[in-house]
């Protein structure tokens, strides 16, 4: 792609590589600055919950067809679930790489999961009962819930947690289900503002362009 096809997405304070000098940058400070750049491949400078954010709104806007490429400085949950590359190798991809459609997770809110989601109690355990596909996750009380989106099909896997550390066994399938009496949503680390009765993740219709 040449420079006007790629534009820079920079939030908050992240520094734009020196690789990426030259090329037109966009500040975005809320989620429809997302709208304004019109190019053909979106580079985004951030985190996991920044390229969230970018993806969420290209999914609200029907524009999925626009590549973005993600250029964190060092390994995060997005990067190793999707095998992205980091560093120096994700600025020279972001320029010269080409895009892979790979499965995109939502929820039922319409927020993209791009690293982890955590289902965890309102005020203790979590109480209820999960299911990934037909497969059940859990019934009765445990710590928590991870989701985490993977790269290949059929997009999400899902496990009960110690806690908020890195579970062993998942359940791959393309949609987690939670009911329970009150559950908090954390999405990319940002938990939701108020408990929830059901909550759903799950494989859109039309995957991402992810460049790397």
């Known amino acids: 792609m040449t420079a006007p096809d790629l534009v820079v997405l920079r939030f908050g304070e992240h520094r734009v590589p020196r690789g990426l000098a030259g090329l037109e940058v966009h500040d975005v400070t809320a989620p429809t600055d997302v709208d304004a750049p019109s190019a053909g491949r979106l580079i985004v400078v951030g985190g996991d919950g920044d390229l969230a954010t970018v993806l969420t709104r290209l999914l609200r806007t029907e ?27 994700a600025v020279r991809a972001a320029r010269t790489g080409t895009a892979t459609t790979l499965p995109l997770i939502r929820d039922d809110t319409g927020r993209v999961l791009v690293g982890v989601g955590l ?3 309102e005020t203790g355990d979590l109480r209820g009962e999960a299911v990934v596909d037909d497969t059940t996750l859990f019934d009765g009380t445990v710590a928590a819930v991870r989701i985490e989106p993977t ?30 009496p009150g559950a908090v949503v954390v999405r990319d680390g940002e938990p939701a503002p108020r408990a929830l009765r059901r909550s759903t993740f799950y494989r859109h219709v039309t995957g991402w362009a992810a460049v790397r």
């Open 119 to 121: 289902w965890v109690g």
């Open 151 to 180: 790269g290949t099909m059929p997009g999400l896997r899902a496990a009960v947690a110690p806690g908020r550390l890195r579970p062993r066994r998942w359940i791959s399938g393309r949609a987690a289900q939670l009911g329970s």
């Open 63 to 89: 524009r999925l067809d626009v590549e973005v490429a993600y250029v964190p400085r060092r390994r995060t949950a997005a990067t190793r679930a999707y095998g992205l590359p980091t560093g120096t190798r």
